[in-house]
């Protein structure tokens, strides 16, 4: 049982490149989300999305897209990357109803 | 605004008891949660309190005031393993987690 695996581990990226970040859950959880973590803050949504077909905003959107074509997937696109967009990405899970959130092992990114 | 405020970082030693403090403002609560990080990992459930009191599980324990806007984690017999960042979230009115920026705990021998 893998939980929730993310990729790449992590990743060096020029400033301007388009990068997705990949997370996958076996749980069949129906609500995702992908956090951003920075040295000093805490967590911060960037995107959810409370079912398959459906996605919101989270407190830091700008820069970042997501899509949620079935209940697994719930891909991160940062379509033209910038400096301030490095960080630690991680993706987490949770069931409908249920409170606990599951987390992925994370993304490092670079932006240079 | 928002926020989620607890001690940037603390100290103790192996086989003492620790009191992590929380206080939170937000718009609306809907629960409030603890979680522990290790260094380069993510982060794994460790409490939940929706109503007022004390949370027991084990070593640890997590206590709510809600008129306060107030919590805390108590880890009794502290073991070495339990050197780890400890963060304090609430969910909304949104059902939005809020998260504090964490708590690192140093365990001496």
């Known amino acids: 049982i893998a939980g929730i695996t993310q990729a790449p581990t992590s990743q060096i990226l020029a400033a301007g490149r388009r990068m997705t970040l990949r997370c996958t859950q076996d749980m069949r959880h129906n609500a995702m989300y992908w956090y951003r973590q920075d040295l000093g803050l805490g967590l911060r949504l960037i995107h959810y999305s409370n079912t398959a077909g459906t996605t919101g905003k989270g407190e830091v959107p700008d820069g970042y897209s997501v899509s949620r074509a079935n209940t697994d997937d719930f891909p991160l696109t940062l379509a033209s990357a910038v400096p301030s967009q490095t960080s630690v990405y991680f993706c987490a899970s949770s069931e409908k109803g249920i409170n606990e959130q599951f987390f992925g092992p994370g993304t490092r990114l670079t932006v240079l | 605004g928002q926020n989620i405020d607890q001690p940037t970082e603390m100290t103790a030693t192996e086989g003492a008891i620790v009191q992590i403090n929380c206080t939170y403002q937000t718009s609306g609560f809907n629960g409030l949660f603890w979680y522990q990080q290790h260094a380069g990992e993510a982060p794994t459930f460790l409490s939940y309190?929706?109503l007022d009191g004390l949370e027991e599980k084990g070593r640890f324990s997590s206590f709510l005031s809600r008129s306060k806007g107030y919590s805390y984690l108590l880890l009794k017999e502290l073991q070495m393993k339990d050197s780890a960042s400890y963060l304090c979230?609430?969910?909304?009115?949104?059902?939005?987690?809020?998260w504090g920026a964490g708590t690192k705990l140093i365990i001496k021998p």
């Open positions: 309190n929706v």
């Open positions: 979230a609430v969910k909304d009115s949104n059902y939005q987690l809020i």
